[in-house]
């Protein structure tokens, strides 16, 4: 595949995205774990066993009377996928003799605790979580200064990418750190890659970032002064992916977008 097809799939694919280094079967087996959930733009969710599970819950919420996309109803999904994994977790533990003591629970309490320290003070995540904030800025200026217009039709599908992934790709270089951490203290054939799969999830999220905020920058209509923020921020985004490539490993697939635009 061409670079500018590969640019042109990252930019225009949603939902599930299959990273180059995983086969067809699984990424057709597991697609949820390659997608950025972002369900109605999936073109896989005829497919996606988690989304007809979500959908079943949704009418079974409006047969009782529940508003699916109310809180209640989310914190119902919540408990209901937690009881689940819980007595998955209960059968396997059965069926493998394992058992869990107070002492084992106290030790798995303090090694998650160290954990997300290590995360939390980890010079990515941080730069992550200061330019997901920058973003969140950025698009409540956006929205503050077409306060009394409409806002343009040439960003809004621009605004709309932004606002649904600017905590989304933090999140997943978080989850991208914490794995990493994970597999380094694992034996290498329990490793499942999770730390170079979500670093890739946050990687395409920054494409459509960066293509979203050239786009803004495009526009004639936005106030110069956000265009300053906007050109400022941009290099900060190809940076970011440019460390994404190097440290998990995924530079030899993607030489589209240089460190520096
Ligand atoms: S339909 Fe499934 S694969 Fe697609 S975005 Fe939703 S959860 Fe992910």
């Known amino acids: 595949m061409s670079s500018s097809l590969i640019n042109k799939v990252l930019v225009r694919q949603f939902g599930a995205i299959k990273p180059p280094w995983i086969d067809k079967e699984t990424f057709y087996k597991l697609i949820f774990n390659f997608c950025d959930r972002w369900c109605e733009r999936c073109k896989l969710s005829r497919i996606c066993r988690l989304y ?4 079943e819950r949704e009418k079974r919420f409006i047969k009782q009377g529940i508003d699916p996309k109310s809180t209640k109803a989310m914190f ?3 408990c209901e996928s937690l009881e689940e994994a819980k007595r998955l977790l209960e059968n396997d533990m059965k069926r493998f003799k394992i058992k869990i003591t107070e002492e084992d629970y106290k030790k798995f309490e303090a090694d998650e605790e160290r954990k997300d320290r290590l995360v939390k003070n980890n010079r990515l995540t941080q ?3 200061k330019l997901s904030y920058s973003l969140v800025k950025l698009v409540e200026d956006i929205h503050y200064y077409f306060l009394e217009e409409e806002i343009p039709e040439e960003i809004k599908g621009s605004l709309e ?3 649904y992934y600017m905590h989304f790709f933090s999140v997943k270089i978080r ?3 914490f794995s990493e951490i994970e597999e380094g203290e694992m034996k290498y054939e329990d490793i499942t890659f999770d730390s170079k799969n979500s670093a890739f999830l946050s990687y395409v999220a920054i494409v459509k970032i960066i293509n979203a905020l050239e786009n803004i920058n495009n526009s004639k ?3 110069f002064k956000i265009k300053q923020k906007v050109k400022k921020i941009i290099p900060l985004f190809y940076h970011l992916n440019a460390v994404l490539k190097e440290r998990f490993k995924f530079g030899n697939f993607f030489n589209i977008y240089p460190a520096t635009p």
């Open 52 to 55: 007809q599970k979500e959908k």
């Open 76 to 78: 119902l999904s919540i």
């Open 127 to 129: 730069i992550a979580t």
């Open 161 to 163: 990418i932004l606002t």
């Open 175 to 177: 989850r991208a750190v």
């Open 221 to 223: 209509k936005i106030h």
